[in-house]
Each structure stands twice: as C-alpha cells, then as structure tokens.
C-alpha cells in the first residue's frame, strides 16, 4: 500500500485532483468575461483562509477551493478589457496552454545540454524579435523574467564592457545618463551595480541636443566615468520614444554604449503604422523588450538583445566543474544563461514561440496595431468631452487625461470606486511639466479585446 504521505505518489486522488485542476485552468482560459478582481487586507485574507500550512497538509481539494472562492478574487486580473492601468497584459489563450506545457514539462532551460529541444525553439521566437529591431546580422538575445533583469543584464554587461577597454576601471565608481522619464528600473539597477546615475530632467522625449548638453556639464572626472546611456523606446508613463537616432550619433561619437529600454514599447516595433517612430533603434548595443507586455505572454517574459552578444558572454558566463562535463558536439549549444544575470531559468520564451508558430505574425501586428488604435479612439472622445481634456497627444498605446476640476484625491476616489465594484482599473498618475506635478489619468491599452464600449463606459464614470 502506498504512503499516502509520499510527494511524489501517483494515485486515484492526485489524478482527480489533476483533472479538478485542468478542469479550472480550462474554465479560466476560455472565460470571456474574466472577473476583474478586488485586493483584500492580510488580516481579512487571514480571517477567511486560516492556516494552510500544516504538519499532515489540508487536502488539495480544499486548498483548492480556497483559491477559487477567496484568493483568486483578490488578485486583479491583468488580462481583463477594463484593466487599463500601469502596463497590464493579455496574454494570448495559446500562449497561457503552452505555459501549462512548461510547468508540466519541467525543463531547466539554463544549459542546451538539458533544454536543447526548448531553446531551440525560444531561439525561434527570439530571432523574430531581433528582425523586428533592424540590428545587424550577428546580434541576438536571451529571455528574462522581465524588463528589470534584463535591464540589469545589459548594464553589467556594458559597464564590465566599459573596464575591459581601460582596465584602470575596475576599481572605478561608473556613471550612467538617463532622462527623468526613465522606468524605475533603471535607477534600481544602477544602484545595484554600484553605478552614479545623472538625470536628464524632463519627462518628455530625450534630445540629441539635450544629452549632448548634458555630456558637455560633466567634469573630465565624470566623462572618464560615464560608461552607458539609457533611452527608453515608450516610457511606461506616457509611451515616448526618445530621440533614438540622436542619441545613438552622441553615443558612438563618445564611445559610450547604447541601451534601449523598450520593455513595454518595444512590442510597436511590430506596428507598420508607428515602426518609423524608433529610427535608431538598429543602432543599440543593447534593447530590453518584455514580451509578457505587448506580446501576449504570460508573466514572467522579458529579452535583452545585444548588437554583439559575445560582450554579454563575456560580462555573464559562469564557470564550474560541475557544468563543463560533456564533450559531445550535440551538447554544446546555445546556453541562455551566458548572457543575462540568472543561472537557473524556466524555458519562459516557449509560450510566446508555440503562440507566435500557432496564429502567425501578421496576427500579432494586427493586434498590436488595436492598441494603437484604442489610444487614438479613446483620445478623440476625450477631446469631444466638455468634461475632460487631453493632457498630451497620446504616445503609442498610452493616453494621459484629465477630468476638468477635479483635484489628486478625487482620482484616487474614483479608481478605488471602480475597482471595488469589479467594473475597471484604471489609475491616476502624475504628469510633469515645467517643474510642476498633476495628478491626471492614464490608459494604457495592450488588450484588443478592449472595446468602444469600455471606453464610453470608464469615460462617463468620472461625469
């Protein structure tokens, strides 16, 4: 008779448990009116799920149970049509049953001695995402968890780039230009690698003029250190691409690298209507995209792509014993883990590659372009509002906008109102301008299955 306490027994309760299990993740999956959601204290949380973790566990029908009615409805699902704040995501239902693929599949995807099969189709997905930046042949890139780390990978690879070429760097503090309409991740990952980070202070689009201007204040002390430069290709805040091409020109005439953060714009580049938009781009050493925002996967799937990725591999391998074991030509491959700053990583580029392989490019850019033309129909029915105005013309898929007299606390009102009832989240912001911080609003649109109709209908919610 078997242990009924052993993890790994496979019986009649854990087969019915599996199906349980499908049978929710199926009913999820093809819900087209995914309940919105609603946050719940900790001690409420504690109130109604008691304790879960015990000594001899409390049944995976029960736990499951209380995910279904208490724990799941309070998480804010990012892939409903009336989520509309920060940058949320829809993944695409293929690319939600492949990540079941994965998880199931339990493929350590760090070393193409163990996940060959899976990062060669990853890698699939990946040069797709490389053609789209224009790069020239030679570049490629690996996938992340996301915009942060991958963020993270391109600066240490650019700063150990930076103390290879003067190796009186070493013991050098660097330093790195950026604009104020940077993501925070930016300013987290220079804390991380120990790097000065200056602020260009305007949160609209990054000038050739003003970064050249920016160079020219340094002292001799501080250009000796200035190592990297970060533009952004679609500020999570309001969706500007900086001056690509003009701050690629400063960057190779100083000799500093090049890195874009696209993570959320970066998926326009798919978009005929707006691709003219990141001229310059080709030109990086480094592009941070984050396909589980604007390409339809599920969380966790960032990429860094690199114009030479053998300076990544440079800055990231690591080495040991334990993990040189194989002389086989077959096992040596592509490992993602030379190029980014995790060793241990699941295959998180297969959802978006099996999605992309099932419904075809032109399905992504047409998906793509909906967002863009959400923003643009959102934006023309505030401009016929006499209630509301534009705070500026939309950037890509974001829209900011104002409700005419009213003050920060009356946004903030008004969001938790919406969201309590389960009927939209969209979030205030603040916009700068000048010096001065508004509170406005802001829609981001990634889902095309939002429609007019949420629209009209968060619109009339602020009358």
Same mark, same amino acid.
């Given at each position: 008779m078997k242990d009924k306490h052993k993890l790994h027994n496979i019986d009649i309760d854990l087969i019915e448990m599996t199906l349980d299990i499908m049978k929710y993740a199926i009913g999820r999956i093809t819900d087209t009116n995914p309940t919105l959601g609603h946050f719940q204290s900790e001690e409420k949380l504690r109130e109604l799920v008691g304790e879960t973790i015990t000594e001899d566990g409390i049944g995976g029908e029960v736990a499951l149970d209380k995910w279904k009615k208490i724990l799941a409805p309070a998480c804010a699902s990012i892939d409903h049509p009336r989520h509309l704040a920060f940058v949320s995501a829809a993944p695409s239902r293929a690319a939600i049953m492949f990540d079941l693929i994965v998880s199931a599949s339990s493929i350590h995807g760090a070393y193409w001695l163990e996940g060959a099969g899976a990062i060669f189709a990853e890698n699939q997905a990946m040069e797709w995402l490389v053609s789209l930046t224009g790069m020239p042949k030679g570049a490629f890139?690996?996938?992340? !968890?996301?915009?942060? !780390?991958?963020?993270l990978s391109a600066i240490v690879t650019a700063r150990e780039n930076w103390r290879k070429k003067d190796p009186s760097n070493i013991n050098r503090k660097g330093l790195i230009l950026t604009s104020a309409g940077a993501h925070s991740s930016v300013k987290a990952m220079a804390k991380v690698t120990d790097a000065e980070i200056l602020i260009i202070e305007s949160e609209d689009r990054m000038e050739k003029d003003a970064l050249e201007k920016a160079i020219q204040n340094l002292s001799k002390e501080q250009k000796d250190r200035l190592f990297a430069v970060v533009a952004t290709g679609g500020t999570t805040n309001a969706g500007i691409i900086d001056d690509l091409a003009g701050i690629a020109? &400063?960057? +190779?005439? +100083?000799? &500093?690298?090049?890195?874009?953060?696209g993570a959320y714009g970066g998926g326009a580049l798919a978009a005929d209507s707006v691709r003219h938009l990141f001229n310059g781009i080709e030109r990086a050493d480094s592009f941070t995209i984050d396909p589980h925002k604007w390409l339809f996967s599920p969380y966790d799937c960032g990429a860094i792509i690199y114009k030479n990725p053998e300076l990544a591999k440079e800055a990231h391998s690591q080495h040991g014993s334990y993990l040189e074991i194989f002389d086989d030509p077959g096992a040596r491959g592509f490992n993602p883990s030379d190029y980014q700053t995790s060793l241990t990583r699941r295959v998180r580029g297969l959802p978006l590659w099996f999605s992309l392989a099932m419904h075809g490019t032109k399905v992504y850019k047409k998906s793509i372009e909906r967002g863009l033309e959400l923003a643009q129909i959102a934006a023309k029915k505030i401009t016929d509002s006499e209630h509301l105005e534009l705070v500026r013309e939309p950037g890509l898929s974001c829209v900011l906008f104002r409700r005419k007299g009213w003050?920060?606390? +009356?946004?903030r009102n008004w969001t938790y109102e919406n969201l309590k009832k389960g009927f939209a989240f969209v979030t205030p912001t603040k916009w700068t301008q000048n010096g001065n911080a508004e509170t406005v609003a802001r829609f981001c649109f990634i889902n095309p299955d939002t429609t007019e109709k949420d629209i009209d209908l968060i619109l009339e919610s602020m009358i």
């Open positions: 890139g690996v996938f992340t !968890s996301g915009g942060t !780390s991958a963020n020109d &400063i960057c +190779e005439k +100083e000799n &500093i690298w090049f890195h874009v953060d003050d920060p606390q +009356e946004y």
